[in-house]
């Protein structure tokens, strides 16, 4: 493999697979965000909050799939530590949930179990209480529930693989466990008050406060003709049953989809009496729809840690497009830059002193709007809507299962300059303008 430097292959490098993965505080890619805005920033609410906390708790975060949340879970985690002494697990649920697929109270709870009690194992010398409560639950489920999987070689992992890859076995655990959620219930929570005290006797600290942070949950996605059914089930999950999602003992951060806040207002009630945190874009406009300089500083400056010499592959003024066109989302900033990378490669093998330029950036920009795409009319009439009003432009509470849609499918965005409001994604602003020509022509 050659070693010989290469600017187009570093910078998409960096961009991309271990550079594309969350990021610890202390990170040599890591860029603050909202530190220097200390009353604005949803890592210290919720900081402050769990620091005060006695007993146990909930909080729940939200903010769109790769805009940086799971990055500043490890922030708060790295605040709890230091600044509260707090021992903290944190677990990804994309490694225990499906998450194209209708969620019930039974496989959460048995995902987060699982996950919960893999992170102790790593971290602790606890495994011998971690898997009494699978022994238990062994017995629990092939007795009782007769689900007969389970006699089988289970342990832990196996577990959360199959809730993950297997459909069916998913489907078959809540069928199974719909008469039985009491009981499940109940040994959850006491799991976790043993799992608490055991690892306050081995800190030795009968106060030690123990957080349990939950990321990843906010992937939760419906797909086609499923997709309403998996909005409900999160809804349901955490409203109709948001009792049974706190712990004895244990102070608890879910993440959640922002599509939540929508579907079930004032969620933040039901479950911990905390407002919902929301973790936002990058600010690269206003609501007036002006640039932003402090967030194109931002976005310009975590290039830089990752590839000092960007400059010689992409000029200035394209990059901060590029920032622009993706609305300060973290992840389709990075996935155009790649692109105008490898888009830049390939036309130098025809011209070796070619650079980038406006066709090159164009067609790039299109590929990402055509995922975005189509749009039904009366969605781009709504749309057009939302880019005015700069809210959800919310007319009846029948469209709600559609607002979850344009949350979900990233065509709206969330912002916080003073108060939040929403926009559309910059990039559907041409198919917005072009629909509205159409109607105009018809008239």
Request: proline share 5%.
């Amino acid at each position: 493999m050659s070693t010989t430097a290469d600017p187009l292959r570093d910078l998409y490098r960096s961009l991309s697979g271990q550079g594309a993965l969350s990021l610890e505080p202390d990170d040599p890619y890591y860029v603050p965000i909202l530190q220097g805005m200390p009353d604005k920033d949803p890592i210290l609410m919720l900081w402050q909050r769990l620091d005060w906390s006695e007993s146990e708790s909930v909080n729940l975060l939200t903010g769109f799939r790769g805009n940086g949340k799971s990055t500043e879970l490890r922030r708060l985690k790295q605040l709890l530590e230091t600044n509260s002494g707090a021992k903290v697990f944190l677990v990804n649920m994309l490694d225990f949930l499906l998450m194209t697929k209708p969620l019930e109270l039974s496989d959460f709870v048995l995902s987060l179990m699982t996950a919960l009690g893999q992170a102790v194992e790593q971290d602790t010398g606890l495994r011998a209480l971690t898997h009494g409560y699978w022994e238990r639950l062994q017995n629990f489920l092939t007795s009782e529930v007769q689900l007969n999987e389970f006699k089988l070689d289970f342990t832990p992992a196996k577990l959360g693989l199959k809730l993950k890859n297997e459909p069916d076995f998913k489907e078959r655990i809540q069928n199974h466990l719909r008469g039985h959620l009491s009981r499940l219930i109940e040994d959850a929570k006491n799991y976790v008050v043993d799992l608490v005290q055991a690892i306050r006797k081995e800190a030795g600290d009968p106060d030690l406060k123990v957080v349990l942070l939950v990321d990843s949950v906010e992937q939760i996605r419906g797909v086609g003709t499923e997709a309403q059914q998996v909005h409900e089930s999160v809804v349901d999950l955490f409203s109709g049953q948001a009792d049974k999602l706190d712990f004895p003992q244990l102070h608890l951060v879910y993440t959640v989809p922002p599509y939540l806040q929508a579907l079930s207002p004032n969620q933040g009630r039901a479950l911990g009496g905390h407002p919902i945190v929301s973790w936002p874009n990058v600010h690269v406009r206003d609501r007036k729809g002006n640039d932003d300089a402090a967030g194109l500083a931002i976005m310009e400056a975590i290039i830089d840690q990752r590839q000092a010499g960007w400059r010689d592959v992409i000029p200035p003024d394209i990059l901060r497009r590029l920032a622009i066109r993706t609305g300060g989302d973290l992840r389709d900033f990075f996935r155009l830059i790649r692109e105008c990378v490898v888009t830049l490669s390939t036309a130098r093998l025809a011209q070796p002193d070619s650079s980038l330029d406006e066709e090159m950036v164009k067609r790039v920009e299109e590929q990402l709007r055509n995922e975005l795409l189509p749009l039904a009319a009366d969605d781009a009439r709504w749309l057009a809507r939302i880019h005015v009003a700069k809210d959800t432009g919310l007319e009846t509470t029948d469209d709600l299962p559609d607002l979850a849609r344009f949350l979900d499918g990233n065509l709206i965005m969330n912002y916080l300059n003073g108060e939040p409001w929403y926009d559309i994604h910059p990039l559907l602003l041409e198919e917005i303008k072009r629909h509205a020509d159409d109607r105009r022509a018809e008239e």
